[in-house]
């Protein structure tokens, strides 16, 4: 991979593979705690575990809707926010109906990332390398599960508290993957969809300024084939935009 500024954008966004396997997997580790912390029986036991997989299936499904109406960079700020929100709220909160809503928004965010982080990475990597930096999000799932693994077994054991904090050290990637995606452009593709198309051009000749217009021109003739007849009117006033 020629383009380090490429790299560094695909590796940050990658960040939300990560906190997806992470998220997913740290519950192993608190479960038996929680179980006994409420009383749950086993049916309330099983929903609260499987409250984070229902926030992923609805997260899933409509996390393309904020994608492409606030822009791939905006949502996944915001997934960053979910991600947070749920691990400080689901390590500190001593009501069990709290604790699920919290499981349940970093739910949301395990389903969104997983439409939105492939979808960016793949709009700012160049053609030969694309495959490669899109399989960046799907190792950090793995490495995500396994970090959480590791976390929860040197974590075990700690006092009686322990499982607050196997819940509640997700809190630092999630405010490291927030943090750096203020350093991650808007993706190309969405920004001239959205009709910016300078601006789109401008991140296009960061990746590679020899075919920056020309990727520009081929964005554009996409956009006008697939879009619905009432786009094609903004489109047409794009491309005459110097």
Same mark, same amino acid.
Not at 54 to 59: A, K, R
Not at 91 to 107: H, I, P
Not at 131 to 155: D, E, H, K
């Given at each position: 991979?020629?383009?380090?500024?490429?790299?560094?954008?695909?590796?940050?966004?990658?960040?939300?593979?990560?906190?997806?396997?992470?998220?997913?997997?740290?519950?192993?580790?608190?479960?038996?705690?929680? @179980?006994?912390?409420?009383?749950?029986?086993?049916?309330?036991?099983?929903?609260?575990? $499987?409250?984070?997989?229902?926030?992923?299936?609805?997260? *899933?499904?409509?996390?393309?809707?904020?994608?492409?109406?606030?822009?791939?960079?905006?949502?996944?700020?915001?997934?960053?926010?979910?991600?947070?929100?749920?691990?400080?709220? $689901?390590?500190?909160?001593?009501?069990?109906?709290?604790?699920?809503?919290?499981?349940?928004?970093?739910?949301?965010? =395990?389903?969104?990332?997983?439409?939105?982080? !492939?979808?960016?990475?793949?709009?700012?990597?160049?053609?030969?390398?694309?495959?490669?930096?899109?399989?960046?999000?799907?190792?950090?799932?793995?490495?995500?599960?396994?970090?959480?693994?590791?976390?929860?077994?040197?974590?075990?054991?700690?006092?009686?508290?322990?499982?607050?904090?196997?819940?509640?050290?997700?809190?630092?990637?999630?405010?490291?993957?927030?943090?750096?995606?203020?350093?991650?452009?808007?993706? !190309?593709?969405?920004?001239?969809?959205?009709?910016?198309?300078? @601006?789109?051009?401008? =991140?296009?000749?960061?990746?590679?300024?020899?075919?920056?217009?020309?990727?520009?021109?081929?964005?554009?003739?996409?956009? *006008?084939?697939?879009?619905? *007849?009432?786009?094609?009117?903004?489109?047409?006033?794009?491309?005459?935009?110097?």
């Amino acid at each position: 991979m020629k383009n380090n500024k490429v790299f560094f954008w695909s590796l940050v966004v990658a960040l939300g593979g990560f906190l997806f396997g992470f998220d997913t997997a740290v519950i192993s580790g608190a479960e038996k705690a929680i @179980q006994q912390l409420w009383g749950l029986s086993a049916v309330e036991h099983g929903f609260t575990i $499987a409250i984070a997989l229902i926030g992923t299936v609805f997260g *899933a499904i409509f996390g393309g809707v904020p994608s492409d109406k606030l822009g791939r960079r905006q949502t996944l700020i915001w997934i960053a926010v979910l991600y947070f929100v749920s691990a400080l709220g $689901a390590a500190l909160t001593s009501n069990w109906v709290l604790f699920m809503l919290f499981r349940f928004l970093g739910g949301l965010g =395990v389903g969104a990332s997983s439409v939105t982080a !492939p979808l960016y990475i793949s709009e700012v990597s160049p053609r030969e390398s694309r495959g490669r930096m899109v399989s960046m999000f799907q190792f950090n799932i793995v490495f995500g599960i396994l970090v959480a693994y590791l976390s929860n077994y040197l974590l075990t054991g700690t006092g009686e508290q322990d499982w607050r904090w196997m819940l509640g050290v997700q809190v630092v990637p999630a405010l490291a993957f927030f943090l750096l995606l203020f350093r991650v452009p808007e993706s !190309p593709r969405w920004l001239i969809g959205q009709g910016r198309v300078e @601006q789109g051009r401008q =991140v296009l000749r960061l990746i590679n300024p020899a075919t920056a217009d020309q990727d520009v021109t081929s964005i554009l003739t996409t956009n *006008a084939t697939t879009l619905p *007849a009432g786009a094609a009117p903004c489109l047409r006033a794009s491309t005459a935009r110097p």
